[in-house]
């Protein structure tokens, strides 16, 4: 089955500053990657998807994510981050049709002014 | 389009007693799934709906727990004899399954559950 581990709980980065947040998966045929936000009571909003083609793939929000097969990794990027974009973030992988997809741990987000 | 919404957004009961949520799916889309969130923690798979079939429960969906879809719409989920441990946050989602390609699903904005 799939799994995902995020291995930070919770980074803090300054307003303008760039950002990474990490993200390693577990499936055993090609996966279907996905990086979620969630901000304080709400629900989740999709910032990207990876199926195939391009490792590189842009999302809302000016965030990508590169997938890394021989890592097995699907790192979330943003060059410049605002105050806006602190939440908790949630990578997920899942199968074909994603009828059970796994999410990791999330990492919590906070901007320094 | 107004989205995927649950009802009601909180809910605090005392052990033993039984609740019911209800999730509102967008209405064409034919995929609907439930998830627990914990604090500190992801969301973990329950149950997804294709139409009016369940068709997946997660082993996290003990007999206390069932869920139902009647008219391949709006959804609910309800617990027996809640227990403290059931205190979380219920997700829905929907999605449109296509014969190819990605089902992207659209979450609503959850219903905390607080269990006394």
């Known amino acids: 089955a799939q799994s995902v581990t995020q291995p930070d709980i919770h980074i803090t980065v300054s307003e303008g500053a760039s950002l990474e947040l990490r993200c390693n998966y577990s499936y055993g045929a090609t996966p279907y990657l996905f990086w979620y936000v969630q901000s304080p009571g709400q629900g989740l909003q999709l910032l990207l998807k990876?199926?195939?083609?391009?490792?590189l793939v842009q999302g809302i929000k000016g965030f990508e994510a590169e997938f890394k097969r021989s890592q097995s990794s699907f790192n979330l990027r943003k060059p410049s981050v605002h105050w806006s974009d602190a939440a908790e973030y949630f990578c997920?992988?899942?199968?074909?049709?994603?009828?059970?997809?796994?999410f990791g741990a999330g990492t919590r987000l906070t901007v320094k002014p | 389009d107004t989205g995927v919404s649950q009802d009601p957004r909180h809910k605090i009961t005392k052990r033993g007693q039984n609740v019911t949520f209800r999730c509102d799916p967008i209405?064409?889309?034919?995929?609907l799934y439930w998830y627990r969130q914990t604090l500190g923690q992801g969301p973990e798979f329950l149950t997804y709906?294709?139409?009016?079939?369940?068709?997946?429960k997660s082993r996290l969906l003990s007999d206390r727990f069932s869920a139902e879809r009647p008219k391949g719409s709006f959804s609910t989920l309800e617990i027996q004899r809640t227990e403290q441990g059931d205190s979380a946050m219920y997700l829905c989602?929907?999605?449109?399954?296509?014969?190819?390609?990605?089902?992207?699903?659209?979450f609503g904005p959850g219903t905390r559950l607080t269990v006394l």
């Open positions: 709906f294709q139409n009016e079939a369940q068709l997946e």
């Open positions: 989602a929907s999605s449109l399954l296509q014969s190819l390609g990605y089902n992207e699903q659209f």
């Open positions: 990876y199926f195939s083609g391009d490792t």
């Open positions: 209405s064409e889309h034919n995929r």
């Open positions: 997920a992988v899942g199968a074909i049709h994603n009828n059970d997809m796994r």
